[in-house]
């Protein structure tokens, strides 16, 4: 096959891993010929492809292809692709990010590509925007979806939601979830002494790790105060936080305020390649974003063996089972937070049992594999 990826930029995330491993996937196991068309890798996350992470994947850059909204850089984009998908004949073009994705299946629907797939990796529009822009965005996806053929969610209520929404009808979905390279986590306690030593924790600690941003939405706050009683009820509980942004500065003042700082490690935003032995030293990987697909570093986790607790958002109750693979916890909520982790902290066979159910549930539905054999079969099925 002949098949062009279109996704606004390739920083480091999710959406952006998913989408270079399927690529790689395509061309190293199918011996297709691909084509990733994609923005400037522009934000704080930092460039993916940058990190010599693109290998073989042949790159068609559209310079004016950015996330936020600008009408003469937008149209701009929009010819651009069309030229690109044009001069390459796909048979498939599939599309990512709320920009790409409406920019890339346009073009692709003014081409007439016989295949076009989009992947809701996350809604654009959510509870927490302006009504205007919410209306806006929904629009804008209920668009683009009259022109593709078929789209792809990475968790069951990404489609629950789209189709509520009046996005498309459901028997327009299909969920494929999110793969990626196992191995590294399962190997990921390898990691576990090295790098706890060189955070400064002990043997007696219970580290509760979140990897996230430092932004808006992302929860952190929730987390602070819920860590005063943590700390109140297992002194030995230490909370690890991966990821950097904007509101890191506010943050350690809330810390600081609430006199929690000797119990708080910052590490900042680490590589792709780095998130297994960080995960390796952690005991739980906690999760309080108010928005999100599937949050990749739930599934990463359990697969290394670790329990989640995780606010009921989106994706997460397909992942995070309370009792199983950890515990659900209701957005917002900090006491019910708190009891959580009190009661992970508290108990290590508790945390054994549940990494162990993760790790033995998801590790083979989340191989990148795995994934690209089935939306390679969704695109046969499509040009069937």
Not at 35 to 58: A, C, F, I, K
Not at 264 to 289: C, K, N, T, W, Y
Request: aromatic residues 6%; hydrophobic residues 40%; neutral net charge.
């Amino acid at each position: 096959m002949r098949i062009a990826h279109v996704i606004t930029r390739m920083i480091v995330g999710g959406a952006q891993e998913n989408t270079l491993l399927c690529c790689q996937d395509l061309i190293r196991l199918y011996d297709d010929d691909v084509l990733l068309v994609t923005g400037p890798s522009l934000g704080p996350e930092g460039d993916l492809l940058g990190q010599g992470r693109g290998g073989d994947v042949p790159l068609a850059p559209v310079p004016e292809l950015r996330r936020a909204i600008h009408p003469w850089r937008d149209s701009h984009s929009y010819f651009a692709i069309k030229r690109i998908l044009r001069e390459f004949k796909p048979d498939v073009v599939h599309s990512h990010s709320a920009k790409g994705g409406v920019l890339g299946r346009m073009a692709a629907h003014a081409l007439r590509v016989p295949a076009i797939v989009h992947t809701v990796h996350g809604a654009p529009f959510h509870p927490y925007q302006g009504g205007a822009a919410r209306r806006l965005f929904r629009w804008c996806e209920s668009y683009a979806a009259r022109r593709c053929h078929a789209m792809v969610s990475v968790a069951d209520a990404m489609t629950e939601l789209m189709v509520d929404a009046g996005v498309a009808p459901r028997d327009k979905f299909t969920t494929i979830y999110s793969g990626m390279d196992v191995e590294p986590f399962l190997a990921a306690n390898d990691h576990r002494q090295r790098v706890r030593d060189e955070l400064g924790f002990s043997d007696q600690h219970v580290v509760i790790g979140k990897i996230a941003r430092l932004f808006h939405l992302k929860g952190h706050e929730y987390l602070v105060q819920a860590a005063r009683r943590v700390v109140q009820q297992c002194p030995n509980a230490r909370f690890l936080l991966v990821g950097d942004g904007l509101l890191r500065e506010k943050l350690q003042r809330q810390i600081a305020e609430a006199d929690l700082s000797e119990y708080f490690r910052f590490v900042g935003l680490v590589p792709p390649e780095q998130i297994p032995a960080m995960l390796g030293a952690m005991d739980v990987l906690v999760h309080v974003s108010l928005r999100e697909g599937l949050a990749r570093a739930l599934p990463q986790a359990l697969i290394a063996g670790k329990p989640v607790v995780s606010y009921d958002v989106d994706g997460t109750r397909e992942v995070a089972i309370t009792g199983e693979t950890g515990f659900l916890i209701p957005p917002k909520q900090v006491g019910p937070l708190a009891d959580a982790l009190i009661e992970l902290a508290s108990d290590v066979q508790l945390r054994e049992r549940m990494g162990q159910e993760g790790r033995g549930r998801f590790t083979e539905q989340f191989r990148h594999e795995t994934m690209t054999r089935q939306l390679r079969e969704l695109y046969e099925r499509l040009l069937g």
